[in-house]
């Protein structure tokens, strides 16, 4: 509640933990700053009513099963530094926002959840409001071994992720579908264990387009990089197609 930069100067990185099932980590009361990095662990979610601001290292925030919720007009800014989010929800209401600057963003679930990016219906659901509201030069969504599945809807390049947009998953069998609606980015790589499914056009606006739809280059029952009839894949620079064990599927003419 309410530290300042001045207060926080004489520390390291500071960490707040709560170990108790369910217990959670709160920033209320006025906007808390700290000079150098900090690590955050809850098992019952992350609330920041108030804005967070990091000045000097990488930031941790660990949520356990609940959420990492920024309210509405509230700001998680790290200053350039990285930030890593392990929750098996993100809540940005309102106008909440999340800002690295010139840093990149690591998304990922703390449990083997599947993951939807403007896409519902999944454990884990990001708005496409919400991803707008994330600034970053770069994110990866997505951890070894966790990420079950990967569902991505109608993403515009107007949101503030700059450079390359990374989405995967390594749990076997796990698949990465691109949904009704289209989407483009600046720079977008994506690997998934079994499969890619394009069921939507998806494009880049200033680099390249990388699908591999078998990560581990192992045997799996599907394989493909597969996309419906009429979609297209506009890659500003490169564009790489890759299914080492299995194959490329272009529905229609």
Do not use: C, W
């Amino acid at each position: 509640d309410g530290l300042t930069g001045g207060s926080t100067d004489y520390l390291g990185t500071v960490r707040l933990q709560t170990t108790k099932s369910t217990k959670r980590v709160s920033f209320t009361g006025a906007p808390t700053n700290f000079n150098k990095g900090i690590i955050i662990q809850a098992t019952g979610g992350v609330i920041m009513s108030q804005s967070v601001t990091s000045l000097a290292s990488a930031v941790v925030i660990r949520a356990g099963s609940a959420a990492l919720q920024v309210q509405d007009n509230r700001l998680l800014s790290t200053s350039n530094q990285l930030l890593t989010i392990t929750a098996d929800d993100l809540d940005m209401q309102g106008s909440g926002a999340i800002s690295t600057g010139t840093a990149a963003i690591f998304l990922a679930t703390d449990s083997a959840k599947s993951i939807g990016i403007g896409s519902f219906a999944n454990d884990m659901d990001v708005s496409a409001q919400e991803f707008r509201q994330i600034s970053s030069m770069g994110i990866i969504v997505g951890s070894v071994g966790v990420s079950t599945k990967v569902s991505v809807s109608g993403i515009a390049v107007s949101n503030a992720i700059t450079s390359i947009v990374t989405i995967f998953t390594t749990v076997d069998d796990s698949t990465i579908t691109f949904e009704e609606g289209s989407s483009t980015f600046h720079t977008l790589h994506v690997q998934a264990d079994n499969g890619i499914v394009m069921d939507a056009d998806v494009t880049t606006t200033t680099g390249e387009i990388h699908l591999d739809a078998d990560m581990e280059d192992a045997a799996d029952a599907n394989n493909k990089i597969s996309a419906t009839d009429g979609r297209t894949l506009t890659s500003k620079t490169l564009l790489t197609l890759q299914a080492t064990t299995g194959s490329i599927v272009f529905a229609g003419k």
